[in-house]
């Protein structure tokens, strides 16, 4: 039985094909992931809409850190195929497919760690005191400077609250 070895023009071997092709899809899905906590972004949905708006004074900013509350699984896919591609050329027989395994499995969790590392961002928890008394805490990116003592406008409606400086 003949195994027959592909190599593209250069002789490159077509496993750096391979990987470059998941990189690059990688790279694409990780640009389609467009969440954000910011007080300036709005979506499609969110715009020509009526909203709230109450004032109020800040009482306290504290810094904090926003995770995504999934992930997509394009982290753990892209590394769990990469690795496995990667470790496909250790060994031969048993021990290739062994390491191929293992690439794949020691892949996908450090594409799964990557991704999660990725949907993180830097945050604020801001406690504002609305002109009628009550008290409101509101977390959101630490896009916008605000600090306590700082008028603002509490926007709201079908949908996030944003704390925007007056």
Known sequence: MSSFHFSPAGGRPARLLVM?????????????ANDTASSSVYTFDQAQREQIVRLGT??????????????????????????????????????????TIGGGILGAMAGNAVENQMGRTQGLEIT??????????????ADVAISAGQRVR??????????APM
Do not use: F, K, W, Y
């Open 128 to 141: 504002v005191r609305l002109d009628n008394g009550e008290t409101r805490v509101i977390a959101q990116a």
């Open 154 to 163: 509490l926007i709201s409606g079908n949908g996030p609250t944003r704390v």
């Open 58 to 99: 800040v009482e306290s900013v504290r810094s904090i850190t926003i995770q995504q509350d999934r992930s997509s699984g394009a982290g753990a896919l892209a590394g769990g195929a990469l690795g496995g591609v990667a470790a496909s050329t250790i060994g031969g027989g048993t021990g290739q497919v062994l390491a």
């Open 20 to 32: 470059a092709a998941l990189a690059g899809s990688l790279a694409v899905l990780a640009g389609c």
